[in-house]
């Protein structure tokens, strides 16, 4: 008979590292309740860059097909056409 193995070690892996103990720690339950954990950073407002592609807050969260150089391939108000027809 062959030899089993045993179980390769569970390893945890994440797409980004831990924030940093000075921080997180700053959010205890007792801190929240009484107000004095950091308030989060206001929304970004204008022109920034994500993973290297610029964005800008003013643009449409989602674009029309026909601005992105896609053929549409249904009618553009679809969807309220077949919701109310149900109702």
């Known amino acids: 008979m062959a030899q089993q193995q045993a ?3 569970e ?3 994440a797409s980004f590292p831990d924030p ?3 921080l997180y720690k700053l959010y205890t339950d ?3 309740r009484s107000g004095a954990a950091p308030k989060p950073p206001p929304p970004a407002k204008g ?3 994500m993973f290297g592609c610029p964005f ?3 643009d449409a ?3 029309p097909v026909e601005e992105q150089g896609l053929e549409r391939l249904y009618p553009d108000n679809y969807g309220l056409y077949h919701i109310s ?3």
Do not use: F, G, L
């Open 7 to 9: 179980p390769a070690e």
């Open 11 to 13: 390893r945890v892996v």
């Open 20 to 22: 940093p103990a000075s």
């Open 30 to 32: 007792e801190n929240v």
């Open 47 to 49: 022109k920034y860059y």
């Open 56 to 58: 800008d807050t003013e």
């Open 61 to 63: 969260m989602i674009r």
């Open 85 to 87: 027809s149900y109702t």
